[in-house]
């Protein structure tokens, strides 16, 4: 069974920091397409950012210049380094992994920043 576990969310002051982990059990993780999406009440679900296999980086036009995207194939895991926070970056945060034959999903992890 695959699984997907995010971590690292939380309350943080509008400026801060906060990076955002998901391990991933899959077996081929090392050549899935993997991101991240958020999704904030009333709104539609959205990708923040995603990563290719082959290295491949795409940022939502809100979040480039302050979120990176990264993934440790040997570890299973991918990051969200988000800087530079605003409250309009508040809401679930979603692992999305693109599988060979399925796509999956973690549970999500609340991000609330505060003005």
């Known amino acids: 069974q695959v699984q997907l576990v995010e971590s690292g969310g939380g309350l943080v002051q509008a400026g801060g920091s906060l990076r955002l982990s998901c391990a991933a059990s899959?077996?081929?993780?090392?050549?899935?397409?993997m991101g991240w999406y958020r999704q904030a009440p009333g709104k539609q679900r959205e990708l923040v950012a995603s990563i290719t296999s082959g290295g491949t980086l795409n940022y939502a036009d809100s979040v480039k210049g302050r979120f990176t995207i990264s993934r440790d194939n040997t570890k299973k895991t991918m990051y969200l380094q988000m800087n530079s926070l605003k409250p309009e970056d508040t809401a679930v945060y979603y692992c999305?992994?693109?599988?060979?034959?399925?796509?999956?999903w973690g549970q999500g992890t609340q991000v609330t920043v505060s003005s």
């Open positions: 899959i077996t081929t993780f090392s050549r899935v397409t």
């Open positions: 999305n992994v693109q599988g060979l034959v399925h796509h999956y």
